[in-house]
Nanobody, 115 residues
Framework: QVQLVESGGGLVQAGGSLRLSCAAS????????MGWYRQAPGKQRDLVAR???????NYADSVKGRFTISRDNAENTVYLQMNSLKPEDTGVYYC?????????WGQGTQVTVSS
């Protein structure tokens, strides 16, 4: 069974940076896209950034210019570089992999930005 393992979360001051990583425990074939979603307390899970197999990216308006998503196709790994972090970026960040046959979610990693 494939698992997505996220790492890189933590506590950081406003203006700081973090880099999230998400790696699949086994090779996933026919991936269409990989992405990161954020869920703040009491709110729904929303898209932060997404990258397709062809390299097309899209970002939530709130993170444009501050966050960068990238992927390593050979390693089935996706990264999220987060710069100029704000308190409103606080939440649990989930990795998502969209493959042809099914979608996978990671267990989430907590990001807390203090003011």
């Amino acid at each position: 069974q494939v698992q997505l393992v996220e790492s890189g979360g933590g506590l950081v001051q406003a203006g700081g940076s973090l880099r999230l990583s998400c790696a699949a425990s086994r090779i996933i074939f026919s991936i269409n896209a990989m992405g990161w979603y954020r869920q703040a307390p009491g709110k729904q899970r929303d898209l932060v950034a997404r990258i397709t197999s062809g390299g097309t990216t899209n970002y939530a308006d709130s993170v444009k210019g501050r966050f960068t998503i990238s992927r390593d196709n050979a390693e089935n790994t996706v990264y999220l570089q987060m710069n100029s972090l704000k308190p409103e970026d606080t939440g649990v960040y989930y990795c998502k992999v969209e493959a042809v046959l099914r979608t996978y979610w990671g267990q989430g990693t907590q990001v807390t930005v203090s003011s």
